[in-house]
């Protein structure tokens, strides 16, 4: 069984940061991609950031020049550094990682972010 734990969210003051972090553990095996996806209240989910196997990524254009998606394979963790955030950036944000022979995608239990004065 696979297991996904986030950490990291909390509120925060416009223009601050947060670290997230998801840890994946159990029979999980060749990951390929790990990424962010975020869901503000009333809005659909929406891919924030994403890292290839190989270190490549890709990000949102509303979070372009502030997020940051890394990676740790020797943890089977992924990383999002977000700076200067704004009240836009509201959401529970959620990991999500595709792995194993026959690509599977795995979902962690989202993490709130408040961005607020």
């Known amino acids: 069984q696979v297991r996904l734990v986030e950490s990291g969210g909390g509120l925060v003051q416009p223009g601050g940061s947060l670290r997230l972090s998801c840890a994946a553990s159990?029979?999980?095996?060749?990951?390929?991609?790990m990424g962010w996806y975020r869901q503000a209240p009333g809005k659909q989910r929406e891919l924030v950031a994403s890292?290839?196997?190989?270190?490549?990524?890709s990000y949102a254009d509303s979070v372009k020049g502030r997020f940051t998606i890394s990676r740790d394979n020797a943890k089977n963790t992924v990383y999002l550094q977000m700076n200067s955030l704004n009240p836009e950036d509201t959401a529970v944000y959620y990991c999500?990682?595709?792995?194993?022979?026959?690509?599977?995608?795995?979902w962690g239990q989202g993490t709130q972010v408040t961005v607020s004065s």
């Open positions: 159990g029979s999980i095996y060749k990951i390929s991609v």
């Open positions: 890292i290839s196997s190989g270190g490549t990524t």
């Open positions: 999500n990682i595709q792995a194993g022979w026959v690509t599977t995608t795995y």
